[in-house]
Nanobody
Framework: QVQLVESGGGLVQAGGSLRLSCAASGRTFSGRTFSNYNMGWFRQAPGKEREFVAAINLSGSSTYYLDSVKGRFTISRDNAKSTAYLQMDSLKPEDTAVYYC??????????????WGQGTQVTVSS
C-alpha cells in the first residue's frame, strides 16, 4: 500500500516560516511511480472542511495556489526522492491547520483518491 507521510509542521509565530515535506513510500498509487502523479497540498482547520492549498504538475514546471496563499507559499517536488514540499513564508494565524498531501487531478485540484496520511499540524500564533 502507498504511504504518504507528511512532516515539518510545528508552532511558529506570525510572519515565520515552515517547510513541509510529503514523502511517498511503498507501492505508489496503482503501482505507478511518484513522478507519474500531479501532487497537491491540502489543509483542514478545526471545524472546517479540508481545502486545497497548492498543486504541482508531473515535472514541477507548473504550480497552482489557493488565492490566500499566493506569494507566500511555494510548492515543489523532487521526483528522485519521491517527495513533495511546501515552503510556507509570512505565515498568518489563519494558516493554522493540519496539512495533508495527496495525488491530484491537475484540472480541478481534487484528490485522486480519498485516502489520506496522518497530516502535519501547523500552528501560527499571533
Amino acid at each position: 500500500q502507498v504511504q504518504l507521510v507528511e512532516s515539518g509542521g510545528g508552532l511558529v509565530q506570525a510572519g515565520g516560516s515552515l517547510r513541509l515535506s510529503c514523502a511517498a513510500s511503498g507501492r505508489t498509487f496503482s503501482g505507478r511511480t511518484f513522478s507519474n502523479y500531479n501532487m497537491g497540498w491540502f489543509r483542514q482547520a478545526p471545524g472546517k472542511e479540508r481545502e486545497f492549498v497548492a498543486a504541482i504538475n508531473l515535472s514541477g514546471s507548473s504550480t497552482y495556489y489557493l488565492d490566500s496563499v499566493k506569494g507566500r507559499f511555494t510548492i515543489s517536488r523532487d521526483n528522485a526522492k519521491s517527495t513533495a514540499y511546501l515552503q510556507m513564508d509570512s505565515l498568518k494565524p489563519e494558516d493554522t491547520a493540519v496539512y495533508y498531501c495527496n495525488a491530484v487531478y491537475i484540472s480541478n485540484y481534487r484528490p485522486l483518491k480519498d485516502s489520506w496520511g496522518q497530516g502535519t499540524q501547523v500552528t501560527v500564533s499571533s
